[in-house]
Nanobody, 125 residues
Framework: QVPLVESGGGLVQAGGSLRLACAAS????????MGWFRQAPGKEREFVTA????????YYADSVKGRFTISRDSAKNTVCLQMNSLKPEDTAVYYC??????????????????WGQGTQVTVSS
């Protein structure tokens, strides 16, 4: 059973908004850190944002700061990514990931232990 499942991707025009969700199951996510990464065609996977499940502290890549917001719903074991003012350069497959806090390095994909299958976000100009 895949512990992380993303949803909410799609096609949107530049300037529009999308909301991604990541549902977690089968893991003690009350102690995990959660992050979103993205990968565009021909590019490496890059950090987008992350949240400490226990403290609620959030972290953002400079490219999305002020436009994207990560949030958590502990009751539903879900992490959401609200994306506003989308740009064509935001087009990518977006992945949800979970990290054990003892091994977590916020912007390092290698420190995340669990990954979702990814959801496509396409922003047209």
């Amino acid at each position: 059973q895949v512990p992380l499942v993303e949803s909410g991707g799609g096609l949107v025009q530049a300037g529009g908004s999308l909301r991604l969700a990541c549902a977690a199951s089968g893991l003690p996510f009350s102690s995990y850190a959660m992050g979103w990464f993205r990968q565009a065609p021909g590019k490496e996977r890059e950090f987008v944002t992350a949240i400490s499940w226990s403290s609620g502290n959030t972290y953002y890549a400079d490219s999305v700061k002020g436009r994207f917001t990560i949030s958590r719903d502990s009751a539903k074991n879900t992490v959401c990514l609200q994306m506003n003012s989308l740009k064509p350069e935001d087009t990518a497959v977006y992945y949800c990931a979970a990290a054990n806090p003892s091994r977590w390095i916020v912007r390092s994909s290698r420190s995340y232990e669990y990954w979702g299958q990814g959801t496509q976000v396409t922003v047209s100009s």
